[in-house]
């Protein structure tokens, strides 16, 4: 048999991600991974707004879509964040711990962690040019306390030995796949809201508590003109 002459079946992509990749890059876009990263200070509200797009507002550690380009989300999370002081310097929020759970050795306030499990008793709200995307995400999805958690015992033998951080396995720990197809536009308004079943009290002592959301997926450099629907079919055209 002529080899040369056999048909080749395509290699199948072995997740979306890479799927979608090479889908933009044989389409003619300029494609990559990436990450936005986006903080909301939490206070005693019961709605925390994240911007989502580039501004001169934004946290030394955020990362936020650039008015040319797009962004479809593949995998988020959620995560709690906090600096020990109430005026936070950029030093201390570039060493910001991301956390999965409130865990009441950091979150040491009377009240505060118990307060704090409302962020993963809430939803999420996502808008690109003022249209809904999503409206009933709930946020437990994001909830993780693992087996090893900050100043718990390592066991149960009367020493004073303690895990010194929280559990974190890979790096896509406190992560969900985002199912739904859709696509940040660089030109438009784009936020995302975290709506609490009710207002309640999310400080600390002398120290500054964040919410922090994290979308992994692809950047499309120069893609903003491409999508004007908050979808990603434009880029199948």
């Given at each position: 048999?002529?080899?040369?002459k ?12 890479t799927?979608?990749l ?6 003619g ?7 936005l ?12 707004t994240?911007?989502?797009?580039e ?7 955020e990362?936020?879509?650039?008015q ?13 964040g ?6 936070p ?10 956390m999965t ?7 040491s ?6 307060n704090?499990?409302a ?7 996502i808008?690109?040019?003022?249209v809904?995307?999503t409206?009933?995400?709930?946020t437990?999805?994001f909830?993780?306390?693992?087996q090893?958690?900050?100043g718990?015992?390592?066991?149960a033998s ?17 992560m969900?796949?985002?199912?739904q197809?859709f696509a940040f ?7 995302v ?26 950047q ?5 003109n491409s999508?004007?629907?908050a979808?990603?079919s434009?880029f199948?055209?």
């Amino acid at each position: 048999m002529n080899i040369s002459k056999q048909r080749r079946t395509p290699v199948k992509p072995f997740n979306r991600n890479t799927a979608m990749l090479q889908s933009l890059l044989a389409k003619g876009h300029r494609a990559a991974e990436g990450e936005l990263v986006l903080f909301a200070t939490l206070s005693t509200s019961g709605t925390y707004t994240f911007q989502v797009n580039e501004n001169q507002n934004k946290l030394v550690t955020e990362v936020r879509l650039r008015q040319g380009d797009a962004f479809i989300p593949t995998s988020m999370g959620l995560y709690l964040g906090k600096v020990a002081s109430a005026t936070p310097t950029d030093a201390q929020i570039a060493a910001v711990e991301k956390m999965t759970f409130p865990n009441a050795i950091t979150f040491s306030k009377s009240g505060e962690a118990a307060n704090l499990q409302a962020i993963y008793n809430s939803r999420i709200q996502i808008q690109v040019n003022s249209v809904n995307i999503t409206e009933t995400l709930n946020t437990q999805r994001f909830y993780r306390v693992g087996q090893a958690q900050k100043g718990v015992l390592t066991a149960a033998s009367g020493t004073n030995n303690a895990f010194l951080a929280s559990e974190w396995t890979n790096e896509n720990y406190g992560m969900c796949p985002v199912s739904q197809a859709f696509a940040f536009n660089g030109i438009q308004n784009n936020i995302v809201n975290l709506l609490l079943p009710a207002a309640v009290d999310c400080t600390g002592t002398s120290s500054t508590n964040y919410a922090i959301l994290v979308f992994k997926g692809l950047q499309v450099i120069n893609g903003a003109n491409s999508v004007t629907d908050a979808s990603i079919s434009a880029f199948n055209r």
